[in-house]
């Protein structure tokens, strides 16, 4: 089955640790997103990646770095710089976002997520 | 002001009941306009997208966008239990078309 998955499901952080999310996807999508979700609030851009070895500060990136050494995986890395990273997570995936026909939009495909809570 | 303005809820509606879902947009370059679905605890998924203006109807659902008033909708006809989710608008110039902007979503119950 062609997919995204993201784990963990939950995790938990302690005070001043890092912790990295994973997101691997098997739909052969040369984009990927990582989003941050918070109650009463639109999905947040964290960072964003066209091509391998390639990404992008999206809206709220600092205290988050992300990596894109394969085409498939997309980890999202938290550190101690988060102040408040209390939050649910969602990686993302499209096709290629160089091709801009009018009319044409690139599906963004979501993983289920992982919520993460600091202690 | 936020960029796209979406009433949080809860909407709560009985079974069979046509509903409406609202955002309103400041952006007057935004050209591509979706509805995603996001089952409680899981990830959105795309219901329906709009290029421009215009009605676009699948099934029971349909979406339209105003752009003159720079508002768009969601309707749900014969609504079910099924259908309770939190439904998010997200909209997105064309340049950018990956770089969304979204509502903070509608809470939607369907009561039996």
């Known amino acids: 089955d062609g997919g995204i998955t993201q784990s963990p499901k939950y995790l938990f952080r302690k005070e001043g640790q890092n912790v990295t999310l994973s997101c691997e996807q098997n739909l052969n999508h040369d984009a990927m997103y990582w989003y941050r979700q918070d109650p009463g609030q639109g999905l947040r851009l964290i960072y964003y990646s066209q091509i391998v070895n390639d990404f992008q500060k999206g809206d709220i990136a600092e205290g988050y770095s992300v990596s894109r050494e394969k085409k498939e995986s997309f980890p999202l890395t938290v550190t101690s710089a988060q102040k408040n990273p209390t939050a649910f997570y969602l990686c993302?995936?499209?096709?290629?976002?160089?091709?801009?026909?009018?009319?044409?939009?690139?599906?963004?495909?979501f993983g289920p997520g992982t919520r993460l809570t600091v202690l | 002001q936020k960029e796209v303005e979406q009433d949080p809820g809860p909407l709560s509606v009985p079974e069979g009941a046509i509903v409406s879902l609202n955002c309103t947009y400041s952006?007057?370059?935004?050209?591509?306009f979706m509805w995603y679905r996001q089952y409680s605890r899981k990830g959105p998924e795309l219901l329906m997208y709009?290029?421009s203006s215009g009605n676009k109807e699948d099934g029971r659902f349909t979406a339209q966008v105003d752009k003159s008033s720079k508002y768009i909708s969601l309707f749900i006809r014969d609504s079910q239990p099924s259908d309770s989710a939190t439904y998010l608008c997200?909209?997105?110039?064309?340049?950018?078309?990956?770089?969304?902007?979204w509502g903070a979503g509608t809470k939607l119950i369907i009561k039996p």
């Open positions: 997200a909209m997105s110039d064309f340049f950018s078309n990956y770089q969304l902007i």
């Open positions: 709009t290029y």
């Open positions: 952006n007057s370059a935004f050209q591509y």
């Open positions: 993302a995936s499209s096709t290629p976002i160089s091709i801009k026909t009018p009319g044409s939009y690139n599906e963004q495909f």
